[in-house]
């Protein structure tokens, strides 16, 4: 077994996951490199590596605790760079079909609301604080090097400016974003590649950014409106981001997409079933072309059931598991699977056992965020297996609704389980489930 003091990690991608695990590791590896592909802004705008990042983007309160975990003192920075405070249930208000809009109050839970590209600055800022963690920007990984008996992962090859490298590396963890590249060493290897569970969704994005009307002076600095589904999937996050502006992000799926002309951007936005956020918006001054976004699938890659993987590689984040992006779960994931991973190197689980324990011990935090993609099949065209209960769970969650409206108990637990503080199964309690059912 290496010396972890004296070993050295790669970390594939400088994205929310690649940040958050190469932090995690740092603290037990001697030395830590990030390889990614982009040039690194200093600012916080986009980037051409992650397209994703100019539509609106969430980070929960399981996020944010997280990066708290990470990062100690996170919050402040967030509040320094600019970042908007939300009370969640107060701030951002929330309009659903019977709910326009969901009865507003504090619950008690905060996050910030600030763009993606912020959001990664900052992290970026604090990982690079760690005198042991350095990034190597304009650099694309296009292999993963196996040793002789194939048994272990012990180089990258990446191309640089200055032409091909190959950098030993004692851990190497795929957070590209996709999985490329630990797929096709499995194939290599003739090694099993992990099942893959996808949820057709075809869902996309366009959005844009305006200028937030000073004067703008309605109880609320957000809105969410959800479609009413499944007749329609049009739906709409007008949230606040630094510099006093609003970032606009609508979607449609199957088929159903918000055009990226702004006359037919703004025709979407009209169409939405509330007026709330077109009438915020119409007079607001643009400050940034519309992008679009299209994701065919939501992907879930099953590691945790492989028999054989080689030791000194890790899959995290999107490479691991694709959510649908409506939920906003997917940078809180990646930060909570950060967390489990310092915690296995805290305990000294040996390299051998690294990946199979932390693809085992990462699945109670994929199973509710994975859990809440079930409402993706509540439209007719989403492909996939259908849960055989599926009327029944989707009663359930109307229900539960309802009695989150009434109760505000209810509606704080609803809240907690999706922000990712408490598991799923909190709403399947014995004394919970028999008052919701008693709704049905
Ligand atoms: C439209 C949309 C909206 C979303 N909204 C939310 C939201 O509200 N909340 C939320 O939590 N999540 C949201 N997500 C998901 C979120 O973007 C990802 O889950 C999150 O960013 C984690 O991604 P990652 O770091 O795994 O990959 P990425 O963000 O894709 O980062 C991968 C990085 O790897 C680099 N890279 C790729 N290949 C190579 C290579 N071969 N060599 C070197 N570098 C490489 C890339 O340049 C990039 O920097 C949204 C996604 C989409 C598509």
Redesign the pocket.
């Known amino acids: 077994m290496p010396d972890l003091a004296r070993s050295h990690a790669v970390v594939?991608?400088?994205?929310?996951?690649?940040l958050t695990a190469a932090q995690a590791i740092s603290g037990h590896f001697g030395k830590v490199t990030i390889?990614?592909?982009?040039v690194l802004p200093a600012e916080a705008v986009p980037r051409s590596?992650?397209p994703?990042?100019q539509?609106?983007?969430?980070?929960?309160a399981g996020?944010l605790k997280a990066l708290q975990t990470l990062f100690p003192g996170f919050e402040n920075d967030l509040a320094e760079a600019g970042a908007v405070n939300i009370r969640t249930g107060k701030d951002i208000r929330f309009e659903r079909p019977g709910f326009d809009p969901f009865p507003i109050r504090d619950l008690g839970i905060h996050i910030f609301c600030m763009s993606?590209p912020l959001l990664e600055a900052v992290t970026r800022r604090r990982v690079l604080q760690s005198p042991n963690i350095d990034i190597r920007v304009h650099?694309?990984?296009t292999g993963l090097v196996a040793s002789r008996d194939a048994t272990r992962v012990e180089a990258v090859r990446?191309d640089s400016e200055d032409g091909p490298v190959t950098l030993e590396a004692n851990l190497v963890v795929e957070?590209?974003?996709?999985c490329g590249?630990t797929l096709r060493l499995l194939e290599e290897l003739s090694l099993q590649k992990p099942e893959a569970t996808e949820i057709g969704i075809d869902q996309a994005?366009a959005s844009t950014i305006v200028e937030r009307p000073p004067d703008h002076n309605a109880d609320w600095l957000g809105n969410i409106t959800l479609p009413s589904a499944p007749a329609s999937s049009r739906g709409a996050f007008l949230f606040p981001i630094e510099k006093q502006r609003w970032l606009l992000s609508v979607g449609g799926n199957h088929g159903d997409a918000p055009p990226g002309d702004r006359a037919g951007f703004m025709d979407f936005v009209r169409s939405l079933r509330t007026p709330t956020i077109y009438d915020a918006v119409r007079d607001a001054r643009p400050l940034t072309d519309i992008v679009r976004?299209q994701?065919p699938c939501s992907t879930r890659r099953h590691f945790e059931r492989l028999e054989s993987f080689p030791a000194g590689l890790l899959a995290t984040?999107?490479?691991l598991c694709?959510?649908n992006?409506v939920f906003?779960?997917?940078?809180?994931v990646?930060a909570q699977e950060a967390v489990i991973l310092d915690r296995l190197l805290a305990e000294g689980v040996p390299m051998e056992r690294l990946a199979r324990d932390f693809f085992a011990a990462i699945q109670d935090t994929i199973a509710t965020p994975w859990g809440v993609a079930v409402s993706d099949f509540v439209y007719p065209a989403t492909r996939g297996v259908r849960p055989a209960d599926l009327a029944q769970r989707l009663q359930y969650g109307m229900a539960l609704t309802k009695l989150a409206a009434d109760d505000p108990e209810v509606h704080r637990l609803t809240v907690e389980v999706s922000q990712l503080l408490k598991p799923q199964a909190a709403l399947r309690e014995p004394a919970l489930a028999a008052r919701v059912i008693s709704l049905i």
């Open positions: 594939i991608g400088a994205g929310m996951a690649g390889i990614e592909r982009d590596g992650t994703q990042a539509h609106a983007h969430m980070l929960l996020g993606r650099s694309r990984v990446y957070a590209s974003g996709r590249l994005y976004y994701l984040g999107d490479a694709r959510f992006p906003g779960q997917g940078m809180s990646a």
